[in-house]
């Protein structure tokens, strides 16, 4: 048996901030490429990780683009949802979508919660579970991740959720596979984490993410990375490998990093002027503009920042009583 497995491809209608070329084009393009290489390959089912399209409520027009294309293939499409395919990061809302809408009608096949698919062939069956993203996925006992093998030879489980194979961030909430390393699934497919890690194989077990189609911000990761879909071979043993779209083009060229270094200049300019501000216990007044005056000179702001800072102090001074201690929430 063979799988054909992809995720996150966040279709819509608009342009991402940062991207040079027609995004609509690029992923429709790429859609039709993997229904390809699953009609080459001539797969069992496709499988997607989550996150169809940017938003539920995608305008009729841009699904009927997609449907007509999801109907070329010739084998079912099996999906968990992610937190942009529903409203409130609530799966409960799922009908309401256009998602929704796409498997009342078989256009896309919704894996519930508790709900088992089995294919068999050769005297081997393979059973299919998911979970749809949801709000404390990765937050507390993490048991989104975790299945019991039964009544099956191989299992697969998908999850639209922030899994690594090692902790990037600090800040964010994610899982990594060593918290969840005692699910019984043979193999547990990701989404949501745009990246990706590829194949990983440990105890046996398959933790796989080839990482999302399309490539929203212009991050060198982002610039550098290839977007990849999975095949997955069954048999007397499991084989995996990823296979790069040939419709994907090298980053830099579809990328434009000119406005992400703007934006973090920016972002380095305001974080340098609050910290001066919550610096500003070593003033003898809390005269605003004499402290933004003297910060300004000191770290020779331009003109706009410091006009910006006025007008946020401004505001903040209409909207409350300022005092010294609302300056740390500007």
Known sequence: MKFLFFTDTHIRNTNPQGRKDNFLETVLKKLEEIINIARQNNVNAVIHGGDLFDRPDTPPSLVREVVIRLKKLDVPLYMVAGNHDMYGQNPATIKRTMLGLLDSINIINLINPGQKIFFKKNGITVRLTGTHFFYNLDKEDKEGYRVKKEDCDVAIHIVHGMLMDKPYFKTSFFTTIDEIINTEADITLSGHYHTGFGVKQINGKYFVNPGSVVRIDSSLVEISRMPKVTLIEIENDIKIENIVLKTALPGQDVLDRSKLEEMEFKEKKLSDFIQGINSASSFKSYDFTAILNEIS?????????????????????????????????I
């Open 297 to 329: 000179k000191k770290d020779n702001l331009k003109k706009e920042i410091v006009e910006e800072a006025l007008k946020k102090i401004e505001q903040a001074q209409l909207n409350s009583s300022f005092d010294g201690e609302d300056l740390e929430v």
